[in-house]
């Protein structure tokens, strides 16, 4: 597991990476292993946080091969938000304000973020992103297009981690 993401479930549960991955997968609606050359080095999932308003926390745990296979990792986490998208109308979650790493990819994705909230002794920002702030991504670039409003749908992409 990246170092930042065993910083961020320390911070957050006081978990081990391994049980913070089984608490996990227990508690997700849906959850996914991304293999690269053959090795388990992404586990990702979303909890249901209210299923009758449509509300989702995804969650995601990897290995230092995410930022190796960078391109790869966010041209499919554009098809994954919008897999959860067509499930919940919104996803949201925290994550460690030092996760950098995770911060640039989830506003990347279009998640939009809360100031900083102390927990543990750690600051965290909640995330989120509504299904009507996102437009269809057509495959043609490989870069999300994500207005301020407006309204869209998601062709297809929550709380269950840490």
């Not at 549960?13 to 992404?42: N, Y």
């Not at 909230?117 to 702030?133: I, P, T, W």
């Amino acid at each position: 597991m990246r170092q930042a993401d065993r910083d961020e479930v320390m911070a957050a549960s006081g978990k081990s990476p391994a049980a913070a991955v089984a608490f996990s997968l227990r508690r997700s609606a849906a959850a996914w292993t991304a293999l690269i050359d053959g090795r388990p080095e992404v586990m990702f999932g979303v909890a249901d946080l209210n299923i009758l308003a449509g509300i989702g926390a995804p969650w995601l745990l990897g290995t230092d091969a995410v930022e190796r296979h960078n391109r790869q990792f966010l041209r499919r986490s554009v098809r994954w938000r919008d897999q959860l998208l067509q499930r919940y109308s919104v996803l949201r979650n925290f994550v460690d304000d030092r996760n950098t790493t995770s911060v640039r990819w989830l506003r990347w994705l279009g998640f939009r973020f809360s100031e900083p909230v102390m927990f543990n002794g750690q600051a965290f920002r909640a995330f989120e992103l509504r299904s009507e702030d996102v437009r269809y991504h057509d495959g043609a670039h490989d870069r999300l297009d994500a207005p301020r409003g407006g309204r869209g749908r998601a062709a297809g992409a929550g709380r269950g981690g840490v």
